[in-house]
């Protein structure tokens, strides 16, 4: 169904979880900016709760986080989230609503379960949130019985599991030994306990990795009843991340084998009823991401493609990143610097930037043509992007309908490429970003 240019894949590109990316966030953005914007918004709020800690740390993970192995280290990040979640709390404005909390990290169930708790009802409590949908990502090598009912007790809707492969020798390969066994329980428990909606996260390009080991997984993750499955593409970039440097770079699948990888899994999960969302992930006909599709509703943010049309997003802990019509604010990295911050009473707010209303309407054309794949463009924006995009029309990757731009369904794996011809600030920094396949 695809066809491999490997020329039109040569150079990075981002995500576009948000636009402009953090690569263009600067430290002239702050808390000062977050506080504003907060005391000024009164629709609908989303909270994102970033725990920077795991029981086990996999190797090909760039993810903040750390061991959760200092029970005094936990301690003092958690007591700090806490004078953050009232901080926020009190500046934003009294008629905001909190309509969905969804915790990441790290693995949240890195911390213990009533630690957890208390951080829910501590978000409950101060942001007077009334049956918020919750969502919580999780390590099965970590989910112990415990947390059965804590998800239960906290109506936890959606939970998404780190797979990453159910192949023995390939776990061995990335640091993470999780047997089949062990994420069926995990389902299992989950499903018991009352989440309608559960993801696998799954991944391809990992060393020694051929199409037989990635058919496995998505049998087995179709066969435990995965509601959605986001299939990324591994980035091996261990001059940025040390923890990477144990993987063995020498197994590798090339470029070609990875093209031919995603595009095996997007025809597999097709043909078992997922429906496509975006390039890289699917989900089922009844879920509420794949009815986001299906409805035109579908939206990209820092959780990646979400049903999720609150205009705010509140990005609590160190690293999270807050997202407003006209900011983007990212709170500090380094857990040691959170924390003192927060012990001064201040938000941590460190950097970001101040969206341009030339920023918002390239950022929506972005947004449709990963969405939806299709986006209006006026007049200036095609002159400037048309000759850019010759080689993907010469192609039949896209074409132009009228004021509109439309990916076609073999350009589907070239979508983030197509729309990196409508970001300015890509034209000496592509470098910095993984493979768009």
Excluded at 279 to 307: I, W
Aim: proline letters at 6%; aromatic letters at 8%.
């Amino acid at each position: 169904m695809w066809t491999y240019h490997p020329e039109l894949l040569a150079v990075p590109v981002p995500r576009y979880t948000s636009f402009p990316t953090a690569a263009e966030f600067g430290e002239a953005v702050g808390a000062a900016h977050v506080e504003a914007a907060l005391s000024a918004h009164e629709g609908e709020v989303s909270l994102y709760v970033h725990i920077p800690f795991c029981e086990k740390i996999c190797w090909y993970c760039g993810c903040n986080t750390s061991a959760s192995n200092r029970a005094e280290r936990v301690a003092s990040y958690l007591d700090a989230l806490h004078r953050e979640i009232v901080l926020v709390a009190e500046r934003l404005a009294p008629s905001a609503g909190v309509t969905r909390i969804a915790f990441g990290g790290g693995s949240p169930n890195g911390i213990s379960p009533i630690d957890f708790v208390r951080l829910v009802d501590a978000l409950t409590l101060q942001f007077a949130a009334s049956r918020p949908v919750i969502s919580i990502e999780l390590d099965p090598r970590t989910l112990g019985p415990d947390w059965a009912g804590v998800i239960e007790t906290v109506q936890i809707e959606r939970a998404s599991l780190g797979v990453q492969t159910f192949s023995p020798e390939l776990q061995a390969a990335i640091g993470r030994i999780q047997p089949a066994g062990m994420i069926a329980d995990a389902t299992a428990m989950l499903r018991t306990v009352g989440v309608g909606s559960l993801n696998f996260d799954l991944m391809y390009g990992l060393p020694g990795q051929t199409l037989a080991h990635l058919r496995d997984s998505l049998e087995s993750t179709a066969a435990l009843g995965a509601d959605r499955i986001a299939l990324f593409g591994y980035a091996h970039v261990p001059h940025l991340i040390a923890r990477q440097r144990r993987i063995d770079g020498s197994a590798l699948p090339g470029a070609e084998a990875r093209f031919d990888m995603a595009a095996f899994g997007h025809v597999f999960l097709l043909d078992a009823g997922y429906v496509p969302v975006g390039f890289d992930h699917f989900a089922r006909p009844g879920d509420p991401l794949a009815q986001a599709v299906l409805q035109g509703k579908l939206r990209r943010n820092f959780q990646g493609f979400t049903d999720d049309e609150a205009p705010v997003l509140l990005g609590l802990g160190a690293s999270a990143i807050s997202e407003f019509p006209g900011l983007l604010a990212q709170n500090e990295k380094n857990t040691g610097r959170y924390r003192m911050l927060l012990s001064r009473e201040r938000l941590s707010a460190a950097r970001g930037v101040l969206r341009s209303a030339d920023d918002r309407r390239r950022g929506a054309i972005i947004e449709g043509l990963l969405c939806r794949g299709r986006a209006c463009v006026p007049p200036d924006l095609r002159q400037g992007a048309w000759p850019l995009l010759r080689p993907y029309f010469d192609a039949g990757l896209c074409e132009a309908d009228a004021d509109d731009l439309v990916i076609q369904p073999g350009g589907l794996p070239y979508a983030r490429s197509i729309a990196a011809r409508f970001d300015p600030y890509r034209n000496d920094a592509l470098r910095r970003f993984s493979s768009a396949v």
